[in-house]
């Protein structure tokens, strides 16, 4: 039997060691042939972001922004 999970990136190592530590699963992990989204593509990957980078962009264009200085530590 083979079973396939789904894990985001950022879990995939604590769920293979955490298989991989009991004894009669055999576990591998399969490379993703997707390519990994640039930041652009995910805000605009659903209505909900698209609508507010729209927004905020066009805010921008208008002139509509307060700045702030970065906190040096």
Do not use: C, W
Not at 2 to 14: C, M, N, R, S
Not at 16 to 29: H, N, R, T, Y
Request: charged fraction near 30%.
């Amino acid at each position: 039997m083979k079973i396939t999970l789904e894990v985001p990136d950022h879990k995939a190592a604590f769920v293979m060691e955490l298989l991989q530590s009991i004894p009669f699963i055999k576990a591998k992990a399969v490379r993703s042939k997707a390519k990994p989204q640039d930041e652009t593509e995910y805000l605009l990957s659903t209505e909900a972001n698209r609508k507010a980078l729209t927004a905020s962009i066009e805010a921008l264009e208008r002139g509509e922004f307060t700045q702030h200085d970065l906190i040096e530590g």
